[in-house]
């Protein structure tokens, strides 16, 4: 049974090297590499391909291009009136250029929570607990992180502040002594 299920994935790794076509799903943007360099990105629909045979021809990368949401974890900050604080977001956004997004960033979602966290935390610390609690937080926010996301050809739409609560955050560190 191993074999033949072996068999019929060479078959269909075989038949997707040789076809002239690929259909890049509605949801998706692609990006065809010729040889493994750019060649051209492509939208939804059919499109016309070389058949990568012996390692050579056209390979498609595919993004989602539809809009996602991504949650942070909560961290404890200190406003600038002394207030400590555990605030977490949830940021809307999309890619805008899949071939920054597919080839020149490592691991996109990481990046565009770390750097809607670090504005996050800027902007808390420089505030005081009664103006964390006001609207403009969001939109400073979602600004400062959408010129940062540009470069990597994502688009962020919106950040939410979800959870921000006054609450005195303890820490217990373990004992590292060594014996």
Known sequence: MEVLLQFFTFLKDLWGDVIFWFVVPQTQKGVVLRNGRYLRTVGPGPHFKLPC?????DEVNYADAV???TETQAQSLTTADGKS???SAIIKHYV????????EVMDVKDAIVDITMGKIKKNMMD???EECKS??????IAKQARAEAKKWGV????VTIVNLAEIKSIRIIGNTSIV
């Open 135 to 140: 609207s403009s937080l969001d939109n400073d």
């Open 155 to 158: 688009y962020i739409d919106e």
């Open 67 to 69: 809009t996602e949401t």
């Open 96 to 103: 805008t250029d899949p071939k920054i997004y597919i080839l």
């Open 127 to 129: 505030r005081t607990w």
């Open 85 to 87: 604080v555990v605030v």
């Open 53 to 57: 045979i012996f390692s050579l021809g």
